[in-house]
C-alpha cells in the first residue's frame, strides 16, 4: 500500500514513521515550502513532495491528513472524488494499536485537556498504568508500544481530528461542550458539531458516553447513543451543596480542591467518571481531585501589583470560554483583554457576562472587529490596542485596587505567538512589568 501523509507537522511526521516502520510506502507531502519542511524530509528519507497540489494523489491507496489541513483543501477534495480513504492521524494511531486497549477518548469546545489531565491525575494516583495522547498531548502514532504495553489509553480529540476518524467504539466517550469555535476550518457550526458528536460512534450498550447536561448539542444527543449515557450535571452527577456528587456518591467538596469555577468542577465530575470506569477507586478519586492542580494559562494568577490581581487565561481561544471565566470571577471588577488571530466567531454569548467588567481592551488581529461589535452593543468602555503589550498597559491604566485584569482572549493566539502557551508566558512578563519578547 502506498500512503501519502499529507500536512508534516509534529502528528505527519510522527504518521510517516509508523507507516515507514510497517514497512508501508510513504509519500511525504505538505501544501507549503520552506526550509523546515524540507529538513523535515531529509531526515525522514522518503519520497516527498512540498507545495503539493491534487497530483501527488496519483497512485495513493490511502491519505494520512494532518489537523491543520483544511476538509476543502484541494488535495482534499480530489482525494474524496477518486474515492482514496482519507484518516486523521489519530485514526492511523488507533488502526496500528488494534484490539485489546480501554480507550477513554474526550472532546469538547472547551476544557477537553483539562478532563484529560485530570484523568491521567486520578489513574496515577490509583496506580492504573495508561498512557496519554492526542490533540494538545503527543501524537498516537509515535507512541503505539507504549499505548499497548500500558493497555489503558486516555485520549484528546479535537473537532479536526475527529472529522476524518473511522468509528471506533470507544469504551468511554465524553463530551463536555459543544459551542460555535473554528469556523474557518469548519463549513459551519452544524458541520463542527457533526464532526463532534463522532466520538460516540461505533459504540454498543457496554460503553459509556458521559455528556454535559447544561449543553444544548449533548442533550439533543443523548437519547440518539447507543451506550449507557451518563449526564454530568444532573441526576446525581453534579455539583450540590458545595459537594461533587458521582452517580450520587460525594467524591469532593468543593472548599478542599485547589481550583474553582463550575466549568472546572464539571470537569472534575467527567474525569471521575471516566477514571473510574477505567479503575480507579472512590478512595483514589476523592484523593486525586484534592491534590489536583490546574495545568498553566488556565484562570492562573501570575501577578498581583498595587491590588490589582492579574489571570492568565490564555487558554480560552473562543467566546464559550471567555463567558466562563467571566462567571468564576462574578464579583470581582475585570479589566477584560479580548482578541488575538481572527477565527470570525460571534462574541454574542460573551455579552451577558460583561456587567461586572470595568472595561474591555480589544487588540491583536481581531481586535478592530471586537471593538466595533462591543461598541455597537455593550454600554461599558471599550479600548483598542495594536498588540498585547499595549493592551496589558492600557489595562494597567485603567484598573483599580481590587480589579483583576484578565487574559481571556476568545481568539487563537497566531497573530503575534506561536501558540496560547507563549502568549501566556508573555502575558505573565508584562503583567510583572518585564518586556515581554517572543521566544
Excluded at 472529522?163 to 467504539?169: E, I, N, R, S
Aim: glycine fraction near 12%.
Amino acid at each position: 500500500m502506498t500512503v501519502l501523509v499529507y500536512g508534516l507537522g509534529e502528528s505527519g511526521v510522527a504518521a510517516a514513521r509508523a507507516l515507514l516502520g510497517c514497512g508501508e510506502r510513504v509519500v511525504a507531502t505538505d501544501a507549503a515550502e520552506d526550509g523546515r519542511l524540507r529538513g523535515v524530509l531529509e531526515e525522514l528519507g522518503v519520497e516527498g513532495v512540498l507545495g503539493a497540489g491534487p497530483e501527488v494523489l496519483e497512485g495513493i491507496d490511502r491519505v494520512v491528513v494532518s489537523p491543520g489541513v483544511r476538509p476543502r483543501d484541494a488535495v482534499l477534495r480530489e482525494a474524496r472524488r477518486r474515492g482514496v480513504e482519507v484518516i486523521s492521524e489519530v485514526g492511523l494511531g488507533l488502526k496500528l494499536l488494534g484490539d485489546g486497549v480501554r480507550v477513554a477518548a474526550v472532546t469538547g469546545t472547551n476544557g477537553k485537556t483539562t478532563v484529560v489531565d485530570m484523568v491521567r491525575h486520578i489513574l496515577q494516583v490509583a496506580g492504573v498504568e495508561h498512557a496519554v495522547a492526542g490533540n494538545s498531548w503527543r501524537a498516537l502514532s509515535g507512541c503505539v508500544e507504549e499505548v499497548r504495553r500500558a493497555g489503558v489509553l486516555v485520549l484528546e480529540v479535537s473537532s479536526f481530528q475527529l472529522h476524518h476518524l473511522p468509528p471506533q467504539g470507544f469504551e468511554v466517550a465524553a463530551l463536555l461542550n459543544v459551542r460555535p469555535d473554528h469556523l474557518n476550518w469548519h463549513s459551519s457550526f452544524e458541520e463542527y458539531a457533526r464532526d463532534k458528536l463522532r466520538i460516540f460512534e461505533g459504540q454498543g450498550s457496554g460503553d459509556l458516553a458521559l455528556l454535559s447536561a447544561g449543553d444544548p448539542v449533548c442533550r439533543q444527543a443523548a437519547g440518539r447513543l447507543a451506550a449507557e449515557v451518563l449526564m454530568v450535571g444532573e441526576g446525581g452527577t453534579e455539583v450540590r451543596d458545595g459537594r461533587l456528587l458521582l452517580r450520587g456518591e460525594p467524591v469532593a467538596e468543593e472548599r478542599e480542591l485547589g481550583f474553582a469555577g463550575l466549568h472546572n468542577l464539571h470537569d472534575a465530575l467527567f474525569a471521575a467518571a471516566a477514571a473510574k470506569r477505567l479503575g480507579a477507586g472512590l478512595d483514589a478519586v476523592r484523593e486525586a481531585l484534592r491534590t489536583y492542580r490546574l495545568r498553566p494559562h488556565r484562570m492562573q494568577v501570575v501577578a498581583e501589583e498595587d491590588g490589582v490581581t492579574y489571570v492568565d487565561d490564555s487558554k480560552a481561544t473562543n467566546p464559550a470560554a471567555v463567558a466562563a471565566a467571566l462567571q468564576s470571577l462574578a464579583g470581582r471588577p475585570v479589566v477584560l483583554i479580548l482578541g488575538g488571530s481572527e477565527k470570525e466567531t460571534d462574541f454574542g454569548e460573551v455579552l451577558p457576562h460583561l456587567d461586572g467588567c470595568r472595561a474591555v481592551v480589544c487588540q491583536g488581529e481581531a481586535g478592530l472587529r471586537l471593538h466595533r461589535y462591543l461598541s455597537e452593543r455593550w454600554g461599558g468602555e471599550v479600548m483598542l490596542e495594536a498588540d498585547l503589550a499595549s493592551a496589558v498597559a492600557a489595562a494597567r491604566r485603567i484598573a483599580r485596587s481590587g480589579d483583576v485584569i484578565l487574559l481571556s482572549p476568545g481568539c487563537a493566539s497566531f497573530d503575534q505567538f506561536s501558540g496560547y502557551e507563549e502568549r501566556g508566558e508573555a502575558f505573565a512578563r508584562l503583567a510583572s512589568g518585564r518586556r515581554a519578547v517572543r521566544g
